[in-house]
T-cell receptor, first 114, second 109 residues
């Protein structure tokens, strides 16, 4: 593994189903982030974690939850998917949280909720 | 509220120069980032400015004026591979990135 990986690459999901998007980084970065990207809008922060064991809410956290049990992994869970959660989801990491450190992005997960 | 404005789309010719502008209104300022994003791919880091002035990095330069809430990305000697979206993002007082919607740059031969 080099950098950040995300799984799955894409997914079609029925409304009401539970879904976990996976994100793993091997750079030993302290901070990790989940964004969604929708056409015509900027990236929007869903949740973040400045260090293992801590998480925080971003701009659009409703309907999503995260956990950070260790440094490398930061899964995003949709408890009961709705069509408005159709989007491209990017995981990112940076060396430090609450800092000016550059964020590095994973390849994204394209999620469609029907 | 917080706001980042960029043109939606720009067109330029291979070999030419293009300037992509970004204006911002945010709660606090801890720097401005430019990222490049090719279609269907992840954003990748281009530049970071926290002080006023021009930062040059090869064919790409980025300028910042904090008093005007303004930045631009200058791309010289355009190549076809520069066709991409360019994202402006400001680090606010909480050290969270506020993103513009991006400028889609189309390069024509």
């Amino acid at each position: 593994i080099a950098g950040i990986t995300q799984a799955p690459t894409s997914q079609i999901l029925a409304a009401g189903r539970r879904m976990t998007l996976r994100c793993t980084q091997d750079m030993r970065h302290n901070a990790m982030y989940w964004y969604r990207q929708d056409l015509g809008l900027g990236l929007r922060l869903i949740h973040y974690s400045n260090t293992a064991g801590t998480t925080g809410k971003g701009e659009v956290p409703d309907g999503y939850s995260v956990s950070r049990a260790n440094t490398d992994d930061f899964p995003l869970t949709l408890a009961s998917a709705v069509p408005s959660q159709t989007s491209v989801y990017f995981c990112a990491s940076s060396e430090g949280g609450l800092s000016t450190d550059t964020q590095y992005f994973g390849p994204g997960t394209r999620l469609t909720v029907l | 509220g917080q706001n980042i404005d960029q043109p939606t789309e720009m067109t330029a010719t291979e070999g030419a120069i293009v300037q992509i502008n970004c204006t911002y209104q945010t709660s606090g300022f801890n720097g401005l980032f430019w990222y490049q994003q090719h279609a269907g791919e992840a954003p990748t880091f281009l530049s970071y400015n926290v002080l006023d002035g021009l930062e040059e990095k090869g064919r790409f330069s980025s300028f910042l004026s904090r008093s005007k809430g303004y930045s631009y990305l200058l791309l010289k000697e355009l190549q076809m591979k520069d066709s991409a979206s360019y994202l402006c993002a400001v680090l606010d007082s909480n050290y969270q990135l506020i993103w513009g919607a991006g400028t889609k740059l189309i390069i024509k031969p």
